[in-house]
């Protein structure tokens, strides 16, 4: 194991021959063989060939932090010694648990002050679809029961929560999505703005909330649940217009809303939360991946005071995982906070890091093939075009300049990723003025030689 390893295509063989890998084909990955990842510095990861790799993606948009962190690591240790395991099933908590609970609601918005702990972002979905439900069956409403989500939204890959997000091609594996799940339109101005400005885009984007509302029955809406960026369906960034109408038809509809913060939380888009960010008031926030900088597993459902008081009166709460409120990874979670509070990592991300990345990465949008390049805190997005006057899309279809430009990518060292024709980003917090050159600098190669190979191979065509 570590460094002295076997020669990367015995390695690649073992992964072929034994391991299913999530969210891939598994023939066409067989085929060429994995990149084996070894090990990670700073914002840096190397593979198994020994290419230093700039993690333009925090991992899964986990690794906030940046990897390396000793502290972690001995914060893990330390709790394995002590108690490496106790559940908080029935009537019992322990340290980890309390304490990390206890800083959350310090950190999240004001009547956020209760923690539901989950193992992931999506089993913290599930958990958030119950609770929901349930709250408005304890408040004499059981008909309260439907979920308004957005097509293209994520929400994870339980059956709960891949009902709960909109991609289709999930839908379409396994008998998606369960009853009373709703999805209306997503607030993504350039591809879908058509002739509006993006602020009467965002307005009407987030009217289809209260018409929907209103089709359905408010006495039959339970909630409306989105990611303040969506992340996984590309880095949609919402016109700002989009949330303060938003909030507004959730204070007045008797629905509650959640934040999902997977991936917004702990500083991604230059505040502790993107409810910070984008004033909004949620009864519910999901948070998982930079809880932990995914150094281990957890998420959580942070709860208001008002759904908590509910929840605790209705006699047992028939829910929960073995590993809610695991004390290993409390014990990382709550070093990880410290870390990002007391190194003012949050802080700087917001004040110096967002606005240095933002300046570079939207001056990509002068190269040829890129229409928008929108960002929020540390989460970017290219949309690649043929044409930027009319935002049409590639007739090659969606995602073959992108799975292109991706390939590029990593053969530069530089992790990014496509979702379709869109290249995204989301390195960690802890990234560097340096760093982020060094980024943009691999994403401008990444870009010429993807233009040139669209170009030489016939792909310059608007759909
Ligand atoms: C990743 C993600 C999830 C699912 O989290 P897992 O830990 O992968 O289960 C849920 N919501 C959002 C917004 C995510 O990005």
């Known amino acids: 194991m570590l460094d002295n390893h076997l020669p990367t295509a015995d390695l690649q063989a073992i992964d072929a021959a034994h391991h299913l890998h999530a969210f891939t084909d598994g023939d066409q990955l067989n085929a060429k063989g994995a990149r084996i990842i070894i090990k990670g510095d700073g914002v840096f990861i190397t593979d198994s060939d020994g290419n230093q790799i700039l993690d333009g993606m925090s991992g899964l948009w986990c690794v906030n932090i940046g990897y390396g962190r000793d502290e972690l690591v001995e914060a893990a240790a330390r709790q394995m010694r002590q108690l490496p395991f106790y559940n908080t099933l029935f009537q019992t908590s322990h340290i980890p648990a309390l304490e990390l609970a206890q800083r959350l609601a310090e950190l999240a918005p004001e009547n956020l002050n209760h923690v539901f702990f989950n193992g992931s972002g999506s089993d913290s979905n599930d ?56 999805h209306i339109n997503q607030p993504d101005w350039w591809g879908e703005g058509g002739e509006l400005s993006p602020e009467e885009f965002g307005i009407a984007r987030a009217r289809e909330l209260e018409a929907k509302i209103e089709e359905l029955g408010e006495d039959r809406v339970a909630a409306f649940i989105a990611e303040p960026v969506q992340g996984a ?28 913060e997977v991936i917004c939380g702990f500083g991604r888009t230059g505040a502790w939360f993107g409810s910070d960010t984008y004033n909004i008031r949620p009864d519910i926030m999901t948070v998982a991946k930079g809880l932990t900088s995914g150094y281990v597993p957890m998420g959580a459902s942070i709860v208001s005071d ?20 695991h004390p290993v990874a409390a014990a990382v979670a709550l070093e990880n906070l410290r870390i990002l509070d007391e190194e003012g990592i949050v802080e700087r991300a917001g004040r110096d890091i967002a606005p240095y990345l933002k300046e570079r990465w939207e001056s990509l949008a002068e190269h040829p093939m890129v229409g928008e390049a929108t960002i929020k805190g ?83 065509q608007s759909a």
Not at 237 to 257: F, G, K, T
Not at 430 to 446: C, F, G, N
């Open 306 to 325: 008002e759904v908590s008081e509910v929840i605790n009166a209705g006699g047992e709460f028939a829910h929960g995982y073995t590993y809610s409120g």
């Open 378 to 460: 540390l989460m970017g997005s290219l949309a690649l075009t043929p044409d930027k006057a009319s935002r049409a899309k590639f007739a090659a279809g969606s995602g073959t300049v992108g799975y292109m430009c991706r390939e590029r990518s990593f053969e530069n060292n530089l992790i990014m990723r496509h979702v379709g024709d869109r290249m995204i980003i989301a390195p960690p917090l802890v990234i560097s003025h340096d760093e982020i050159d060094i980024l943009i600098e691999r994403a401008i190669k990444t870009l010429d030689e993807t233009y040139a190979a669209v170009k030489a191979e016939g792909l310059w």
């Open 127 to 182: 958990t958030n679809i119950r609770m929901i439900r349930h709250y408005w069956a304890l408040k004499g409403k059981p008909e309260k029961t439907v979920i308004i989500s957005r097509w293209n939204g994520y929400h994870g890959s339980t059956m709960g929560a891949a009902s709960l997000g909109g991609m289709k091609g999930m839908h379409a594996q396994g008998g998606l999505p369960i009853p009373d799940i709703v």
């Open 233 to 260: 369906g590309g880095v949609i960034v919402p016109p700002d217009s989009y949330w303060p109408e938003i909030q507004r038809i959730c204070d007045a509809h008797e629905i509650l809303l959640v934040a999902d």
